[in-house]
């Protein structure tokens, strides 16, 4: 797997790119920091779509059901793997870091 950090002048060309790749992934979201520590905030549930709004400074992950913002970001990593992204790891000012994991829903055969 491999990993990059993306620069934040290219975060909302970034994501308005990639939701249109991973509509539909299913996602997990963990929240992890000192005063908190480890939250699921999310087990695999589909990706509407992530965005990134310079103006207000915040990242939008709209899931099915829910939407998780992150306030304020500050670094954003992007893991890759065989199947395309796997995950994106933010970091917030607070220094909260939001791991979002990504999967392709598992595929059935059509019944016979």
């Known amino acids: 797997m491999r990993t ?3 620069d934040q002048s290219t975060w909302k060309s970034f ?8 509509e539909g ?22 990706l509407l779509g992530i965005s990134h709004d310079p103006k207000s400074n915040l990242i939008e992950i709209a899931l099915e059901g829910l939407d998780h913002m992150i306030r304020n970001p500050r ?12 995950a994106i ?9 939001q791991i979002v994991k990504l999967r392709s829903p598992i ?3 059509a019944p016979a």
């Open 15 to 22: 994501f308005d790119r990639i939701t249109k790749e991973l």
């Open 75 to 86: 670094e954003v990593y992007v893991a890759w793997g065989g199947e395309g992204m796997r």
């Open 4 to 6: 990059e950090k993306r």
């Open 89 to 97: 790891e933010i970091m917030d000012g607070e220094q909260t870091k």
């Open 25 to 46: 992934r299913q996602t997990f979201i963990e929240v992890a920091s000192l005063s908190l520590g480890d939250q699921v905030e999310a087990k695999w549930l589909p």
């Open 107 to 109: 595929m059935l055969p």
